[in-house]
């Protein structure tokens, strides 16, 4: 009993002797309060960044999404998806750089907008990004207090979206068809049973027709024949007093022809069907 109440008393001793210590009780204070300091600069700076991060990953995703609509990619094949999700990959690399970004978590969707007035005519094409991002917190890195080793910052498709409006503008054009009605036009064309002349004739009717036909707009079509050259209007007038023409191409005559008086036979045509006297007058 004596060895009892002994140790009794020297625990009550031991216990008196610990509340009236003086020493070392702002180092107590200063060990309980710690953690909690850390956790509040933990807060206040990791959560500031963190949220600077998304701010960039945001801005990341739109410039990527415009990337994007500009190349017109409309993820039609898996091909193209992937081209995509590299495209906006790179541009979250370069605008956060300290993120650990995976491919698998990024996406890209695209939808094609046609009028609800016309059939099959494309109105718009939609282009939205979203991703996510994984940050390691500075102080919470330490995995003692404040943020998680790895904080996921994300940014949805409203951060990145882009639409494409397609809109066709018609202007009044004019046409100028130069066309080749030289002896050559004649021969078989690739067509079966179409000479290049006859071939010619149907393309360009089909064309001017498509021109003229749209009401929408006022266009004009002319059209200038060539055989050697191209008939142009030189300043002046011609003997008669009209429309001087000339020709954009003039063949040089051999040595034994330049005494050939052109202002006399420059508006006399004469037609020969042969080769050996077309050659005859050309070097």
């Known amino acids: 009993m004596g060895?009892?109440?002994?140790?009794?008393?020297?625990?009550?001793?031991?216990?008196?002797?610990?509340?009236?210590?003086?020493?070392?009780a702002i180092t107590v204070m200063f060990a309980i309060m710690f953690p909690l300091i850390m956790?509040?600069?933990?807060?206040?700076?990791?959560?500031?960044?963190?949220?600077?991060?998304?701010?960039?990953?945001?801005?990341?995703?739109?410039?990527?999404?415009?990337?994007?609509?500009i190349l017109d990619n409309r993820n039609t094949t898996a091909a193209d998806?992937?081209?995509?999700?590299?495209?906006?990959h790179n541009y979250l690399s370069y605008y956060v750089p300290d993120a650990t970004i995976a491919k698998n978590d990024l996406a890209v969707a695209v939808e094609v907008n046609y009028s609800t007035t016309e059939t099959g005519k494309l109105d718009s094409v939609d282009y939205t990004a979203s991703?996510?991002?994984?940050?390691?917190?500075?102080?919470g890195a330490q995995q003692e207090v404040g943020f998680d080793s790895a904080v996921d910052i994300r940014a949805d498709s409203g951060a990145g979206v882009v639409r494409k409006t397609f809109e066709v503008v018609r202007f009044p054009t004019d046409y100028a068809l130069v066309l080749d009605f030289s002896g050559?036009?004649?021969?078989?064309?690739?067509?079966?049973?179409?000479t290049r002349i006859t071939l010619l004739r149907k393309v360009v009717t089909d064309f001017?027709?498509?021109?003229?036909?749209?009401?929408?707009?006022?266009?004009?079509?002319?059209i200038i024949p060539f055989s050697i050259g191209v008939p142009v209007i030189l300043p002046g007038e011609n003997i008669a007093g009209g429309v001087?023409?000339?020709?954009?191409?003039?063949?040089?005559?051999k040595p034994q022809y330049q005494k050939v008086d052109l202002d006399f036979w420059y508006n006399k045509f004469?037609?020969?069907?042969?080769?050996?006297?077309?050659n005859k007058f050309l070097i």
Do not use: W
């Open 184 to 194: 050559s036009m004649q021969e078989l064309s690739s067509e079966p049973g179409m």
């Open 244 to 253: 001087s023409v000339g020709c954009s191409f003039v063949g040089k005559l």
């Open 208 to 222: 001017i027709s498509d021109i003229l036909n749209d009401d929408s707009v006022s266009n004009t079509v002319s």
């Open 131 to 139: 991703g996510k991002a994984s940050m390691r917190p500075i102080i």
């Open 39 to 69: 956790m509040f600069y933990s807060v206040a700076y990791d959560g500031a960044n963190l949220q600077s991060s998304r701010a960039r990953l945001a801005d990341g995703l739109n410039q990527g999404v415009l990337a994007v609509a």
């Open 3 to 24: 060895e009892v109440k002994i140790m009794r008393n020297r625990f009550l001793r031991f216990i008196v002797r610990l509340l009236l210590q003086e020493y070392g």
């Open 270 to 278: 004469h037609i020969n069907n042969s080769k050996e006297g077309a």
């Open 81 to 88: 998806k992937a081209e995509n999700i590299t495209l906006v």
